[in-house]
């Protein structure tokens, strides 16, 4: 099969053009796994596939999930053999809300407002000097972003302000700021340009429309992975190339995310499902489209074949870690490296393993944050999980454990989370890294369980047998739930 990595690659958030859709081969290439339909070349208009490579090829794979309303609006008729009816709907506005008439003026209004921000944030990644301008609440805005880019370390860093003041570019800002500030784009002789390119790729290719599982989390995770390679137990031992993986796998992991879990997509048959024989499914895909972004780019094009081909390897090393189904392994693991006192960070894998856990740590750290960003994240994560509820309920599909909203509320939700996964987890980070963070992670969790404990009884209280279905699913909630209904399933 033919790799033609010249052809266009759309961002998700911007329709295809018909002169595109009439170039099948831009669309899917041909493949000769049955999981994408007849490999004849002139019914590749009916494979809901995208732009995808051949399973077997394991360091080429590259899928990307176009919008189905345009490809219907060009008379494309979708796939109906094996698929649930449900893939006809378009997974990037599974999370969209309608907006009334008269919510559309404001928001032409907020994206005047918001142009000359677009303006300066452009020229500040270029590097291109400030111009005069009498915008001065938009010079502002740009000041307070760079006051709190000084304060990045700090774990109360506030990452929804912080991306409203670069105007939703949070994940660009965030890690170009921290690989300039390592010094990773002159030692790697990065262009920063592809950089900059690569970098607003990756935001595109979050779903904003998801609740949670956006560019705003991918930017909180890379802020909190910062705050973990600054720990003087890998600050004094990772190297500059172990610090660029974990940045890079941060930003990425969980890069065209389609809001929903693994269980849904396999037992709605939808093609990432198949195509990674429903083992780490999202996972698979983040690393994928990581990698087609880093060749789409040509971000390391001028490193040896072979460096490029590590580099995604332990890319996706990295971002297979963070598969909660794989908990348990990871985690035992860690605990034993820690009883036996084996771990040591002057090896390479051992040096990886603790990036694994870092990222681990970071990917679920929003119950250790301050109480006031660590409630917005749990109402997000919880937001998404009712919603893919209802959307099961609606077809009649078993619900998901965790996404009933009539069986569950957010702190049950939380509670559970805390007490099976996100504890466990930070206790042996603690004992890893014995530090004033880990100690102020600890803190935060304890008063946010507490927190979400207190609002429990209230619930409980209002129903009629005195005690709630979701504080009985709390008190014994299987770890198997756990594992399927957990923020990155």
Known sequence: MELCYQLPVLPLDRPVPKHVLSRRGAISFSSSSSLFGAPDPRQLSQRRGAISYDSSDQTALYIRMLDVRVRSQVGFEPERRGSHPYLGVDFRTLHSRAESAGSIPARRIRRLFSFQRHLLSSRLLRGAPHLNTLHILDEDYCGQAK???????????????????????????????????????????????????????????????????????????????????????????????????????????????????????????????????????????????????????????HLPAEDSLGIERQLGSLILATDISRQNDYLSRFRTHLDENSLCLGQSSHRHFSLQMAL?????????RPWELSKQWSEKVTEEFFHQGDIEKKHKLEISPLCDSEANTIASVQIGFMTYVVEPLFAEWARFSDTRLSQTMLGHLGLNKASWSAMEPEASGSSEEGESEPTRATEEPSSRALSQGSQES
């Open 147 to 301: 006051c709190m880019l000084e304060k990045v370390g700090t774990w109360n860093f506030d990452i929804f302000l912080f991306d409203r003041l670069t105007n939703g570019n949070s994940l660009v800002f965030l890690t170009f700021h921290l690989l300039n500030q390592y010094g990773l784009i002159e030692l790697f002789q990065l262009d920063m340009v592809k950089v900059r390119r690569f970098l607003v790729l990756v935001q595109e290719d979050y779903h904003n429309q998801n609740p949670y599982h956006n560019a705003v989390h991918a930017a909180d995770v890379t802020q909190a992975m910062h705050c973990y390679l600054r720990e003087p137990k890998l600050a004094q031992s990772l190297t500059s190339f172990d610090i660029l993986l974990g940045l890079l796998a941060a930003a990425t992991h969980d890069l065209d995310h389609p809001g929903v879990n693994q269980p849904f997509l396999i037992k709605t048959n939808h093609y990432l499902a198949a195509l990674y024989r429903n083992t780490s499914v999202l996972e698979n895909h983040h690393w994928r489209s990581a990698v087609g972004l880093l060749r789409e780019t040509d971000l390391f094009s």
């Open 360 to 368: 681990k740590c970071a990917d679920i750290c929003n119950p250790c």
